[in-house]
């Protein structure tokens, strides 16, 4: 077998290592695209983009303007306050000590 002479390795070594690298390219590309959107408007994960599409109402993480105020949990003049504790009277009789 004939020693092929050093230049020629390297240029088949170079050569190679850029198919790899093509290769790889093509293969990763799209995944990676179709991770972060790929639109040109599109701020990935951390930012959120807001021209992507919103997910079901019952889906979805509510806003904070979205979550009612604590302030009216502990309100007695509120009706579905007096209802709990009607409910919460009438519990007592049935659970003892549970």
Same mark, same amino acid.
């Given at each position: ?6 230049? $020629?390795?390297?240029? %088949? ?5 850029? #198919?790899a690298?093509?290769? /790889? ?5 799209? !995944? =990676?695209?179709?991770?972060?959107g790929? =639109?040109?408007? *599109?701020q990935? !994960?951390?930012?959120? /983009?807001?021209?992507?599409r ?5 889906? %979805? +993480?509510?806003?904070?303007? +979205?979550?009612? *105020? $604590?302030?009216?949990? *502990? ?10 504790? #009607? ?5 007592? *009789?049935?659970? %003892?000590?549970?």
């Amino acid at each position: 077998m004939t020693k092929m002479p050093e230049k $020629e390795t390297k240029k %088949r070594t170079a050569a190679a290592l850029i #198919a790899a690298m093509v290769l /790889s390219a093509l293969i990763v590309g799209p !995944a =990676a695209i179709a991770q972060t959107g790929g =639109a040109a408007g *599109s701020q990935g !994960a951390a930012g959120q /983009s807001q021209f992507g599409r919103e997910a079901p109402v019952g889906h %979805r +993480q509510p806003r904070a303007d +979205q979550v009612p *105020s $604590e302030k009216n949990i *502990s309100d007695p003049n509120n009706p579905a306050n007096k209802e709990d504790l #009607a409910l919460d009277r009438k519990i007592k *009789s049935i659970c %003892r000590g549970c």
